[in-house]
């Protein structure tokens, strides 16, 4: 990830991987996220055998479909947005970015095509 120095720190976890599947980069909040996995020895493993069924299915559809996935969880007390995306290089699918972002308790939501009063 040298050529982009700001994710290495950046407060989200972000794993890459390839079309077929194959983690080519993670950020220190990804490393630290899954180090009960292995951390940064994942680089260069297959996303799927990181992943029990059904989640495995499911990845394995968004790998041939490139469709993106979005859910919220909650782990270890903690809320956190999903987004697990397909990225492109000269405009062919090159593979997903999976970012994993902490949401506060409490977060505010403003609606930008209400009226302006």
Same mark, same amino acid.
């Given at each position: 990830?040298?050529?982009?120095?700001?994710?290495?720190e950046?407060?989200a976890?972000?794993?890459?991987c390839?079309?077929?599947?194959?983690?080519?980069?993670?950020?220190?909040?990804?490393?630290?996220?899954?180090?009960?996995?292995?951390?940064?020895?994942l680089?260069?493993?297959? &996303?799927l055998d990181?992943? @029990?069924? /059904?989640?495995?299915?499911?990845?394995?559809?968004?790998? =041939?479909?490139?469709?993106?996935?979005v859910?919220?969880?909650?782990?270890?007390?903690?809320?956190?947005?999903?987004?697990?995306?397909?990225?492109?290089?000269?405009?062919?699918?090159?593979?997903f &970015?999976?970012?994993?972002? @902490?949401? /506060?308790?409490?977060?505010?939501?403003?609606n930008?095509? =209400?009226?302006?009063t």
């Open positions: 990830m040298s050529d982009h120095a700001w994710i290495t950046f407060p976890a972000i794993t890459v390839d079309a077929e599947g194959i983690i080519i980069a993670m950020n220190n909040r990804a490393i630290e996220s899954f180090a009960g996995d292995g951390g940064a020895a680089i260069g493993r297959n &996303v990181c992943h @029990p069924e /059904p989640s495995r299915t499911q990845l394995t559809a968004m790998l =041939a479909s490139g469709e993106k996935n859910y919220t969880i909650q782990k270890n007390g903690v809320r956190k947005l999903i987004y697990q995306s397909p990225w492109y290089q000269h405009g062919t699918y090159a593979g &970015v999976e970012m994993s972002l @902490p949401l /506060p308790d409490a977060m505010p939501h403003f930008r095509d =209400a009226p302006r």
